[in-house]
């Protein structure tokens, strides 16, 4: 079975520019997670999608943002990019059965830089 | 609302030495807590995870955590740690909204 791939690994860009984050979940997951990595911190959800359907959201602004495809594929947008953006965002891919405590699947991630 | 505290910022032990990384949870139920870890530019790896049951659970690579409810804490522990356990590691809970908390990590480092 394929693991979760990101794209790309690495970012740079400028304040006030926009910037999305691709991720392919594992094979037969219909559920993705993306969490936000600063730099000696743990990760912080941002949100969920379960079949292209935004499930839940962490405490981020709406120039946070998502989307979910038929082939379980996911994309994270951020508009008007801070200084504060700057960290690793994380993608994590699930099987949603119902039970809660589902193990989650982690990409390598994509390091953005926003200079 | 769910939260996850690791005090411990950076542990270091000698490789062979036993090792207990702490962690305590703040949930009003039964909680569902995990371990991961995270090797320099990777995502992060489920070593183990309790829902219910016996409180000691046993995980990948050697390690184990207990669940102690009085003490709301679920430490992670190894007997004996190797080189290649040096890495970040991270507790998590979660609870009704399916969506794991995730403390802020304790760094592994292993002398020779």
């Known amino acids: 079975e394929t693991g979760v791939t990101q794209s790309p690994t690495h970012l740079i860009k400028t304040r006030g520019q926009q910037v999305t984050l691709r991720c392919s979940s594992q094979?037969?997951?219909?559920?993705v997670s993306w969490y936000q990595q600063a730099l000696g911190q743990g990760p912080q959800f941002i949100f969920q999608y379960y079949r292209e359907e935004e499930n839940g959201r962490g405490n981020f602004p709406p120039r946070f943002s998502g989307l979910q495809f038929p082939n379980y594929s996911s994309e994270l947008n951020v508009n008007a990019l801070e200084l504060d953006d700057s960290a690793l965002y994380l993608c994590?891919?699930?099987?949603?059965?119902?039970?809660?405590?589902?193990?989650?699947?982690f990409g390598s991630g994509t390091q953005l830089s926003v200079l | 609302a769910q939260s996850v505290t690791q005090p411990d910022i950076h542990i270091t032990v000698s490789e062979g030495a036993s090792l207990e990384l702490r962690c305590n949870y703040s949930y009003g139920a039964t909680p569902y807590l995990f371990w991961y870890v995270q090797s320099p530019g990777q995502g992060l790896q489920l070593l183990l995870k309790?829902?219910?049951?016996?409180?000691l659970v046993q995980g990948i690579k050697g390690f184990e955590a207990e669940f102690k409810r009085s003490q709301s804490s679920f430490n992670l522990r190894k007997p004996s740690v190797h080189w290649s356990d040096a890495a970040e590691y991270f507790c998590?809970?979660?609870?009704?909204?399916?969506?794991?908390?995730f403390g802020r990590g304790t760094s592994l480092i292993v002398h020779p």
């Open positions: 309790y829902f219910s049951g016996d409180t």
């Open positions: 994590a891919s699930s099987s949603k059965t119902g039970g809660a405590g589902e193990k989650l699947f």
């Open positions: 094979s037969g997951h219909n559920t």
């Open positions: 998590a809970v979660s609870g009704g909204s399916y969506i794991p908390t």
